[in-house]
């Protein structure tokens, strides 16, 4: 099964969910974006990756940055650019979407557990060298236990879509992270309003020797 088909149908079809729920959200991405902000270099440029309906780059430029973002499903990426006339927001696939410049800071939330574990290697290594040296990524998935991944049902929306779902537990992701060439930083927990729990990594990829 093609995934990337499947999620670009299944958040089409749900993102009108998606931004009902954006007012419930706001507090929660403000404050990942409280402890991405640090990290971050002063008026730097960041990308959202998975950007859905771009609350995380509406609120990245009222911290002094600028906000570009990606988004695989068009219908997620209309709210988007609807929410942020003026940034840069690509419909596409990240992993073969060509970018000019690297950037300072990646965001990530709520993406990578999609990919099965192989592919993604594949999206952490590529954001990696998209950064700058010394540059942050910002990435969360749901905590789990136990590691697994398969096709699922997406339950707490409706509809029952299916999309492709990998859990990571906290010291494989850390692994992953370091594998793909970061620094793991720190480690924020944090719990949505929808009662999720997630693991968010701060993440750097290291400066060059001189």
Not at 35 to 43: I, M, S, T
Not at 80 to 102: C, H, M, Q, S, W
Not at 141 to 156: I, L, M, N, P, R
């Amino acid at each position: 099964m093609d995934h990337n088909k499947t999620h670009r149908e299944t958040y089409d079809a749900l993102a009108e969910e998606y931004e009902a729920r954006v007012p419930a959200l706001r507090s929660v991405f403000e404050k990942t974006i409280s402890y991405f902000a640090p990290h971050l270099k002063k008026g730097g440029r960041v990308l959202d990756v998975g950007c859905g309906a771009g609350i995380a780059i509406q609120i990245l430029p009222e911290r002094g940055f600028t906000a570009a973002g990606i988004e695989l499903s068009p219908k997620m990426a209309e709210f988007a650019k609807r929410r942020n006339p003026n940034p840069k927001i690509i419909v596409g696939d990240f992993l073969t979407e060509d970018f000019a410049e690297p950037f300072d800071g990646i965001i990530a939330l709520a993406l990578i557990h999609l990919f099965p574990k192989e592919e993604a290697m594949k999206v952490l290594r590529k954001m990696h060298d998209m950064l700058v040296p010394g540059g942050t990524l910002y990435i969360g998935t749901t905590e789990s236990a136990e590691s697994s991944e398969g096709w699922e049902v997406k339950e707490d929306y409706s509809g029952k879509h299916r999309r492709f779902r990998k859990h990571w537990t906290e010291a494989e992701f850390r692994r992953a992270l370091e594998e793909a060439g970061f620094e793991v930083l720190k480690l924020h927990r944090i719990t949505d309003p929808f009662g999720k729990k997630w693991m968010d990594f701060v993440a750097q990829k290291p400066v060059e020797d001189r």
